[in-house]
């Protein structure tokens, strides 16, 4: 179809293609967690394999139990109350329901650079393609407020713009949200009645104890949240996310979810269910664990670079990269060749000449390896630029 086609390269698919065939390359690129989940998601699954309900559908926004125990995380943790949950097959589906559910083709949505590149591609995949508005961050790499305010009150010269999204913390950028920014956004968008859709997925990555602004949501009826259970709790593969919003959008998301999803997978909502009995404290303990990998990566980035470099590190588990060449998917082809580690091309993410790089996807060891071969390959491409990446 011209939406599909109009829709860019997956850039995770074009690095594990990149990866193929290529033997002892360390990644820093893909964002996932070096732990597993907690030990009771193994239990748990072990005993949901022999339960009938497993293997039969179940309710389209997910199990009650599941859903009245996030209700509960989301009042207690997040603060937010009065709101509807649905569980999604991974937070990227939950993105999906929403673009679908709330934007028709000719409605604008405003993205910032750099943006997380599933986003982008949920709103080209429904037919949104030329009408994503890309808007600048501010000099703390923070969604630009007045950009917004300005951008939304001016006469619409083009598509009416419906639709403003945020991560926080940000993927790929690594910077944490303060609250009071956070509720500027949205008063701007409750202002112009537009919705605004924050993606949370790294809530629990947050390092407060260094000075960082700790994790805020916003609610109203103009706001939908995202979580996820990838990240947190080590459950990539398992793809549980789920999304907390107005009662007033249930009917329409429940369309959506039922004919991409009909349900979540039963075994995948009782692994949920058994990594929350975890809790935060579990994930808090493994997200400090991350601090020496973050302190490894940043100063090899800085040895090679310098601290001017570096944007990010607040929040999430990504740092990113200024290049001193502009052609960021040659350097991280190069990388891979030659130095043997691999990073995502900033270009993915809407921000040429920059590199994301992920700190969680290696243990202590690994990353250290990881970090080094970072660090000699990007002193050399300082000190010798272009020529560097000649074949």
């Known amino acids: 179809s011209k939406r599909v086609r109009a829709t860019d390269v997956p850039c995770i698919v074009t690095m594990q293609g990149m990866l193929r065939g290529k033997e002892g390359v360390m990644s820093l690129a893909q964002g996932i967690v070096h732990w597993a989940p907690p030990p009771a998601v193994a239990e748990a699954v072990a005993r949901a394999a022999a339960e009938p309900d497993t293997s039969a559908y179940g309710a389209d926004d997910g199990m009650a139990e599941l859903r009245n125990r996030l209700a509960e995380k989301l009042q207690k943790e997040n603060g937010l109350e009065g709101v509807s949950v649905m569980v999604t097959a991974g937070a990227n589906q939950a993105y999906t329901n929403v673009v679908v559910a709330v934007l028709d083709a000719e409605d604008g949505a405003v993205l910032f650079a750099p943006y997380y590149f ?151 909502q009782k692994a949920a269910l058994a990594a929350l009995g975890a809790g935060s404290a579990w994930v808090q303990e493994k997200v400090r664990g991350l601090s020496g990998n973050r302190r490894l990566v940043l100063g090899a980035i800085e040895a090679a670079l310098g601290k001017d470099a570096v944007l990010g590190g607040s929040g999430a588990i990504y740092l990113m990269v200024k290049l001193p060449v502009e052609d960021d998917f040659r350097v991280v082809e190069w990388l891979t060749e030659k130095h043997r580690v691999c990073v995502i091309p900033g270009s993915a993410c809407g921000s040429p000449g920059m590199v994301r790089v992920c700190y969680a996807n290696l243990a202590s060891a690994g990353c250290q390896e990881a970090a080094e071969r970072l660090r000699a390959g990007l002193a050399e491409l300082k000190e010798r630029g272009v020529a560097a990446l000649v074949a």
């Open 118 to 268: 599933n986003h982008l591609m949920a709103i080209q995949m429904t037919g949104g393609s030329d009408r994503v508005v890309l808007g600048p961050v501010n000099k703390d790499f923070l969604p630009d407020a007045a950009w917004l305010e300005d951008k939304l009150a001016e006469p619409s010269a083009g598509p009416r713009i419906k639709m403003v999204t945020v991560v926080n913390p940000c993927n790929p950028t690594g910077v944490a949200m303060p609250a009071d920014h956070l509720r500027r956004l949205s008063a701007i968008c409750a202002k112009h009645d537009v919705w605004l859709i924050v993606d949370n997925t790294y809530e629990n990555f947050t390092y407060e104890e260094e000075g960082h602004p700790a994790h805020t949501c916003v609610s109203g009826d103009h706001v939908v949240n995202i979580f996820s259970f990838s990240k947190a709790y080590g459950m990539m593969g398992w793809r549980v996310g789920y999304l907390s919003y107005p009662p007033r959008l249930h009917g329409e998301l429940m369309k959506v979810q039922d004919t991409i999803a009909i349900c979540p997978a039963i075994a995948s």
